[in-house]
């Protein structure tokens, strides 16, 4: 069975300040797909990234970063200099050959950025 | 940039009613979903479909629910017999390919709250 874990439920940061939210996963397949969606206030699920477990190196898009270490099973998410526009909930995400395409989600960290 | 559409975005229905929710795909996507968000908890996967053949579905994916592709755009998702426990946010969702090597695109969302 696969699992995410999200043990941050809520962060609260002053703009400007880099925030990570951390992510912790369960899989038995050797391989398996990780994936971070973006649920601003609004309600829709953006796609931010996906992750395969072969490919282990850190990936950077402008102010998001993310760290995959398999050895820790963890695919952590860095907003640097974080802005307002970037208060939402932030769902990790995985998807392995043995549950077919479904998504297992964790359970989401609400992030607040104050001005 | 194409994007997976639902309606209604907000849909009130008295308990033990059918509904239908909409959902109209990213046009080149052959794997279409529905997801469940019950409010302030996680996103949770209902059913997957594949050339008109639901490939997997959740425990909470029972009889009352069924989906179906009516015409070449359109996916739905029926809840037969409503109930108090179905308000939630409903997500479509659609990838080009499936086993986790393809991005799930999702919708706006519908809202269902059963009174």
């Known amino acids: 069975a696969q699992k995410v874990t999200q043990a941050q439920t809520e962060i609260s940061v002053v703009e400007k300040e880099d925030v990570t939210l951390d992510c912790v996963y369960e899989?038995?397949?050797?391989?398996?797909?990780l994936f971070w969606y973006k649920q601003p206030p609004s309600g829709e699920l953006v796609f931010l990234i996906r992750?395969?477990?072969?490919?282990?190196q850190n990936e950077i898009s402008g102010r998001y970063s993310w760290n995959f270490q398999k050895s820790t099973s963890s695919f952590n998410f860095t907003i640097t200099a974080s802005q307002v526009v970037d208060s939402a909930v932030y769902f990790c995400?995985?998807?392995?050959f043995g549950a077919g395409n479904m998504l297992t989600f964790g359970g989401g960290t609400r992030l607040m950025v104050k001005p | 940039e194409p994007e997976v559409t639902q309606t209604p975005s907000h849909q009130v229905t008295q308990m033990g009613q059918e509904v239908i929710l909409r959902c109209v795909p990213i046009?080149?996507?052959?794997?279409f979903y529905w997801y469940r968000q019950i409010l302030g908890q996680k996103v949770e996967f209902l059913v997957s479909?594949?050339?008109?053949?639901?490939?997997?579905k959740s425990e909470i994916f029972d009889d009352q629910f069924s989906v179906e592709r009516p015409d070449g755009s359109n996916f739905t998702l029926k809840i037969r017999s409503t109930k108090l426990e179905d308000s939630a946010m409903y997500f479509c969702?659609?990838?080009?390919?499936?086993?986790?090597?393809?991005?799930?695109?999702f919708g706006p969302g519908t809202r269902l709250t059963v009174l």
């Open positions: 969702a659609s990838s080009v390919g499936d086993r986790g090597t393809d991005t799930q695109y």
């Open positions: 899989t038995r397949d050797t391989t398996y797909y």
């Open positions: 992750r395969n477990s072969f490919d282990e």
């Open positions: 995400a995985l998807s392995d």
């Open positions: 046009s080149n996507h052959l794997y």
């Open positions: 479909f594949y050339n008109n053949e639901i490939s997997e």
